[in-house]
């Protein structure tokens, strides 16, 4: 390859470079007044941090958040935390100095945002929650929260486990696998579900631990649950993962699953609807990653100041084994 020789730049060129690099100031200046760094040509940026990609249900949900930014020409910054809240802390200050238009997140854990969520709003950078909420007193640190209703996800689950066990004349054993430990989903699917079981006195938690959401963790503790508790009846998953995860440690221990442990799950996503209608899981209360096309909504009106509903629930359903038989050739994620 030839070598290119390079020459120090002419005054000229400098002069010129000044001169667009101070327009381009003089630009985003004239801009500041909405609170943000969008460009001359109106489009808005978004600063998104993410969780991780801890599980099925996550990378779904990224990809909707991807998809969905570049279909409304919005000019996403995408963040991935890992599952740690201090990356997502990182990325928010991050966001707050680019001078994002707005902030979009979705918490890992549910305590904790007050400050960093102070300095946004110190910033007038509006805010947006998606999937999983916190637990401010301060409602004023937000604008709105889209996501499900996770004790209500719980309260499916368990309600169907009754109408199963209805005529069980002695104790039912269920293991429970929690979600990360804090988080919305964990604490509020917990919640529902013991809610719902309290219906059937035969119907006993002998052991609940978090699984962190992934297949590892759900195979590790189903190890421990399993080693422990010679009569497991039921396994209550709080993600399909985590169950997809516990089917080999049952299986390794001797035991079919579906069958010998009855197994509910979570999410919905492919995997865990095949595990459903191969027989393996028994039951799963949908939770829908696909919040994208919604969430730029959001991010427009926002920008524009327009007033949105504090809290916008996402559409959701349970499935059986013959229902995910059906719905599976269909199923997006
Ligand atoms: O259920 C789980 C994921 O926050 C609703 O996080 C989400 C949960 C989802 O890791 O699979």
Redesign the pocket.
């Known amino acids: 390859m030839k070598r290119m020789r390079t020459y120090p730049p002419s005054r000229k060129v400098i002069a010129v470079l000044a001169a667009a690099l101070l327009a381009t100031g003089v630009a985003a200046c004239g801009n500041s007044d909405t609170g943000g760094s969008g460009g001359d040509d109106g489009t808005i940026t978004l600063g998104f941090s993410q969780?991780?990609a801890?599980?099925?249900?996550?990378t779904a949900?990224t990809t909707s958040i991807k998809e969905a930014a570049t279909e409304a020409g919005i000019d996403l910054k995408f963040d991935d935390a890992q599952q740690k809240q201090e990356n997502q802390i990182k990325a928010i200050r991050n966001f707050i100095q680019q001078k994002v238009d707005v902030i979009a997140f979705?918490p890992v854990v549910e305590s904790g945002w007050d400050t960093v969520l102070k300095e946004a709003k110190d910033a007038k950078i509006p805010v947006i929650l998606t999937?999983?909420s916190v637990d401010s007193a301060d409602k004023s640190l937000y604008k709105t929260f889209l996501?499900?209703d996770?004790v209500k996800e719980g309260r499916l689950a368990g309600e169907w486990l009754v109408q199963k066990e209805q005529s069980a004349t002695g104790p039912v054993n269920i293991v429970e696998l929690q979600?990360?430990t804090g988080?919305?989903?964990a604490n509020d699917r917990k919640k529902g579900f013991a809610e719902a079981i309290a219906a059937n006195p035969n119907l006993k938690i002998v052991a609940s631990q978090s699984g962190d959401?992934?297949r590892a963790g759900g195979k590790q503790v189903m190890e421990q649950f399993l080693k422990a508790n010679p009569k497991i009846d039921v396994l209550f998953a709080?993600?399909?993962?985590m169950g997809l995860g516990a089917l080999e440690a049952i299986t390794a221990a001797g035991k079919v699953p579906g069958k010998d442990i009855t197994i509910i799950t979570?999410?919905a996503?492919k995997d865990g609807m095949q595990a459903l209608a191969d027989g393996k899981f028994n039951f799963i209360a949908e939770?829908s990653?696909l919040l994208g096309p919604q969430l730029m909504d959001l991010v427009k009106k926002v920008h524009a100041g327009e007033s949105v509903p504090a809290r916008i629930e996402t559409q959701e359903t349970t499935f059986t084994q013959e229902q995910a038989k059906e719905a599976l050739p269909n199923r997006k994620y």
């Open positions: 969780v991780g801890e599980s099925g249900w996550r949900n979705s999937d999983r996501g499900s996770f979600g990360t988080s919305a989903p959401f992934t709080h993600n399909d993962d979570v999410d996503v939770c990653p």
